[in-house]
């Protein structure tokens, strides 16, 4: 459905399937609280239509999910930002603050110690592990995007306040969104089809082991160790559907994506206060993981010129691997989520670009 002042964003829908090998896709747009797009196309498995409660691996677009987590113990008052991480969770090795954490700056992107899957699918086993893991650097003097990790050591912290794992927490937020898909949602989920390998991966996989720095070597253990830490492998298995890796198996429909950001802006699931520092620029510059500049918030990313959430100031969201999105833009009232099971490396893609420029037209 959609109401017809959106039909470019319909259109554009429509072209990427047309024109830039969509598979299968959500998009669905909430402005002033009022669904005005909520359309799906393609195929979830072959043969099989994409239908509207159709859950797919969004990929990083669960950061901010499980950044917010942690963010409602801040507003009421049981967590501080600026406390060490170990004063909730003492086995923590990294001395970083909450607020580090929450910023990619904690110094644990990657797991020293080996790890398998079997590793993967314990919530209590990651966790111990990305305790026991000596910074890569020093807390607050740097960043580097947690692309695997940031899950278990946001998701931990508030655990060990609330006692609820992050799936439990998000079966509360009421929102078709999850980490732990249940048996019975088990055929609701989209099968990702995965085009090529993440790029750091391969380039790692290119250099001998004489040109393999520390650097290096973090970057790659951040994306396989365990060797299905980036999904790679297992993304259609049912022990991957069935875990909680929050920041990289958030399994969500585009109207769960889009419902959360629209209690974010209506002020139902967040203080505005704890939002608007959430939202607002932490640390910036360059990412060794990410290869670029980039601005993180706590949880969220802030929009940038180079990887804009439209054209408004203020907006907030992310991006997840292949092109999937949530964001809300408080100036024009919208929220957004896109999720689709083709999935190319990187975030920005001609697709989530070609949404959001034709959103822009209709405002």
């Known amino acids: 459905m959609h109401d017809p002042a959106f039909a470019a964003v319909v259109d554009a829908f429509h072209t990427n399937f047309a024109e830039d090998g969509e598979v299968g896709a959500g998009c669905s747009v909430i402005v002033d609280g009022r669904v005005v797009v909520d359309v799906v196309g393609g195929e979830m498995a072959p043969g099989v239509p994409w239908q509207p409660d159709t859950l797919c691996n969004a990929y990083s677009v669960g950061k901010p999910l499980v950044a917010v987590s942690v963010l409602q113990l801040v507003a009421d008052g049981r967590v501080s930002l600026d406390a060490p991480a170990r004063t909730y969770w003492p086995e923590l090795t990294t001395g970083a603050t909450v607020r580090e954490c929450l910023s990619h700056q904690a110094g644990v992107p990657a797991i020293r110690e080996p790890m398998t899957n079997d590793d993967l699918w314990s919530w209590s086993r990651m966790c111990d592990a990305v305790a026991r893991t000596e910074p890569w650097w020093e807390p607050g003097t740097r960043h580097a995007y947690h692309t695997n990790t940031y899950g278990f050591l946001v998701g931990e912290i508030a ?17 078709d969104a999850w980490w732990g898909v249940r048996d019975e949602d088990l055929g609701r989920c989209a099968e990702v089809i995965w085009d090529s390998p993440v790029q750091t991966v391969v380039e790692l996989t290119d250099r001998s082991p004489a040109e393999m720095t520390d650097e290096h070597v973090m970057i790659g253990l951040g994306y396989t160790n365990p060797p299905g830490f980036s999904s790679m492998g297992v ?101 957004f989520g896109y999720v689709m099971n083709h999935v190319k490396p990187r975030w920005q893609s001609s697709r989530n670009r070609r949404l959001l420029d034709a959103l822009y037209t209709c405002l």
């Not at 306040?161 to 937020?173: C, D, H, I, K, Y």
């Not at 990313?301 to 804009?308: E, G, S, V």
């Open 159 to 175: 655990r060990r306040v609330t006692g609820s794992e992050p799936g439990a927490w998000l079966r509360g937020v009421g929102v």
């Open 235 to 335: 993304m259609n298995t049912t022990e991957w559907r069935h875990c909680q890796v929050p920041s990289t198996n958030l399994h969500a429909t585009a109207r769960g994506v889009a419902d959360f950001y629209a209690r974010l802006l209506d002020g139902s699931l967040l203080d505005a206060g704890v939002l608007r520092e959430a939202t607002s620029t932490q640390s910036e510059g360059w990412c060794p993981i990410l290869a670029r500049d980039v601005s993180f918030g706590l949880g969220f990313q802030p929009t940038r010129p180079d990887r804009p959430f439209g054209p408004n100031p203020g907006a907030y969201g992310h991006f997840g691997t292949g092109g999937a999105l949530g964001f809300a833009d408080p100036v024009a009232g919208v929220a």
